[in-house]
RNA sequence: GGCCCCAUCGUCUAGUGGCCUAGGACACUGGCCUUUCACGCCGGCAACACGGGUUCGAAUCCCGUUGGGGUCACCA
């Protein structure tokens, strides 16, 4: 990471859904980047919309941020020099600009609803997608002292200048706008409430931020963006126009955008389906950048270390689940067996196999059995099914149709061997048991390892997959293990 | 429709004029290992949208075509 700088960044969601992985990416790389280059994140909200809006969203957000440990630097929660950061709380500030706006003639009184702009495009055969036609700029006292007679209170829009606009976008390079493909745009309501369209630029400005990174969509309504900031530097709240970037889509099945509706996008199912932090946000990253030609798992840090939007490519980018949890498995397999164990918990908890808070001998199981499914789970929400059974009584443990279905003809012979080998056990633990079992099964019968060792596996978990065999029935006690033998012999031969 | 963006394996990408008979990863697939499932290891399949230029030389630069996407709100 290079010294600090002057750079600042900023992360401006508004809380009107929960979180979306498209939404996060966003977070993730304007967070790098200040990271990357010792720059400044800002984290502020976006509440301008009272209708959609929600509390409940808003700590959402929060939540996703800590639970992802994308800090910020200023804003939300920390302060800073820029208060207050929720856009709900800045109405005054707004105010006073929309006065300076108004007074230095770049903001317009404009009567007409959309209804008439579009019958007004209708009669002078333009295509109303085409949207306001500027009509007016040049309204006399009369005409709008005749509207308000009306009763009729106007919205106020920015005179946006009749020429081509050019930025040199941090991602895309060049792009230029025609002249007119951006119409004068309402900034403030009838009823004196500015919209996002106005408060947005407006705090960059005041919060003096320098990469506006966000995502395509808002492409097309950068020009009149920065025609905005031209006006906010002339009346001298705007120190300079920042630089833009804007990020590649998320994209879902088929050729749409990722929306808010399909649950791949909410952040929250991913968490409870046992992605870690760092898994989602590795694969997150590689949405639109990578860190190397050859490497494709990283730590937050490398990335920060390494992260320039100047390497963000600009192609819309599928999100792949299966890539996703590929990803995550290989963090899943980096935790430290400690830090592995503690997170699986809360799965655990979750399925009600632990109590909440956990005792110490289920926390001393789950630790001692952690080692032995790590490198088998890409999600940590697979861990009620893999060790499930060490958390329920032989009475409860119920043995599944796909296990019971590997069961052959000798299984009953062979659970009966294995109940005979395992008596002899005088040492609990793991060597002892396999070599007595080997003895018994592979050695003394010449049955086949699978054949062997698959009834007893299925006796004891259940189910047709579990962690390795003997260390299964070291953890599970002896007691345990032979009750479950007996009890799968019981089911099967009755 | 106007404007704008995008275009390398099925997917995510590396590639910034010669190192490319295009590299990696996921997925798929063949094999090894093996007490299940995994892990690990070895191998395979598979792409520069098309057409013109520029150049000694183009996946890389330019133009066009086609295809996709976004945007044109008193939402953000």
């Given amino acids: 990471m290079t010294a600090p700088s002057e750079i600042r960044v900023r992360f401006c969601p508004s809380p009107t859904g929960t979180p979306h992985v498209g939404l996060i990416r966003t977070a993730l790389f304007n967070w790098a980047y200040a990271k990357h280059v010792g720059g400044t994140f800002v984290f502020r909200i976006e509440d301008t919309d009272a209708q959609r809006d929600s509390e409940e969203s808003y700590q959402q957000i929060l939540e996703a941020l800590n639970w992802l440990g994308l800090d910020w630097d200023e804003g939300i929660g920390v302060g800073g020099p820029h208060e207050p950061y929720r856009q709900s709380q800045r109405g005054d500030i707004y105010q006073d600009v929309i006065q300076k706006l108004l007074g230095a003639g770049h903001l317009y009184e404009s009567f007409a609803t959309a209804e008439e702009i579009e019958a007004r ?3 002078n055969g333009r295509d109303p997608r085409q949207g306001y036609d500027n009509f007016e700029r040049e309204l006399t006292d009369e005409q709008k002292a005749a509207f308000r007679a009306e009763g009729r209170e106007p919205s106020l829009r920015l005179r946006v200048p009749d020429t081509d606009l050019s930025f040199d976008d941090l991602v895309r390079g060049e792009i230029t706008f025609k002249a007119g493909s951006f119409p004068d745009f ?11 369209t106005l408060v947005n630029p407006v705090d960059d400005a005041l919060m003096e931020i320098t990469h506006i990174m966000r995502g395509e969509d808002l492409l097309s309504s950068t020009p009149r963006q920065i025609a905005l900031y031209h006006a906010l530097v002339e009346i001298g709240v705007a120190k300079f126009i920042p630089r833009f970037g804007h ?3 998320v ?3 088929g050729n749409k955008k990722l929306s808010k509706r399909d649950p791949e996008s909410n952040l929250f199912l991913h968490r409870d389906r046992g992605f870690l932090p760092e898994g989602l946000l590795n694969y997150l990253a590689l949405l639109g950048w990578s860190i190397a030609a050859d490497r494709d798992v990283f730590t937050m840090e490398e990335m920060c270390a390494a992260f320039d939007v100047a390497d963000v490519n600009p192609n819309p980018a599928r999100f792949d689940l299966k890539k996703a949890e590929a990803i995550n498995a290989e963090h899943v397999r980096l935790l430290e067996p400690e830090d592995f164990a503690g997170r699986l918990v ?8 632990v109590a909440t808070p956990a005792t110490d001998a289920q926390l001393e199981i789950v630790r001692q059995a952690a080692p032995l499914v790590q490198s088998r789970m890409q999600l940590l929400g697979e861990t009620p ?4 059974f060490l958390f329920v009584s032989t009475d409860d443990l119920v043995f599944e149709d796909d296990a019971l279905k590997t069961l052959k003809d000798g299984a009953l012979d062979v659970l009966a061997a294995t109940a005979e080998s395992l008596e002899g056990v005088s040492e609990w633990a793991t060597e002892p048991i396999e070599a007595a079992m080997r003895a018994k099964l592979i050695d003394e019968l010449g049955i086949k390892p699978r054949l062997a060792f698959g009834p007893a596996r299925v006796a004891l978990s259940g189910r047709r997959i579990s962690p390795p065999l003997f260390e299964s029935m070291e953890l599970l006690g002896r007691e345990a293990t032979l009750a479950r033998i007996q009890k799968l012999r019981d089911h099967l031969s009755a």
Avoid: D, S
């Fill in 186 to 196: 309402v900034v403030v309501r009838p009823n004196g409430q500015p919209l996002y």
């Fill in 251 to 253: 994209m879902g099945e």
């Fill in 247 to 249: 990020l590649p889509y």
């Fill in 385 to 388: 099914g893999l060790l499930g």
């Fill in 346 to 353: 809360p799965y655990l908890q979750a399925a009600e196999l």
């Fill in 121 to 123: 495009n209708v009669a």
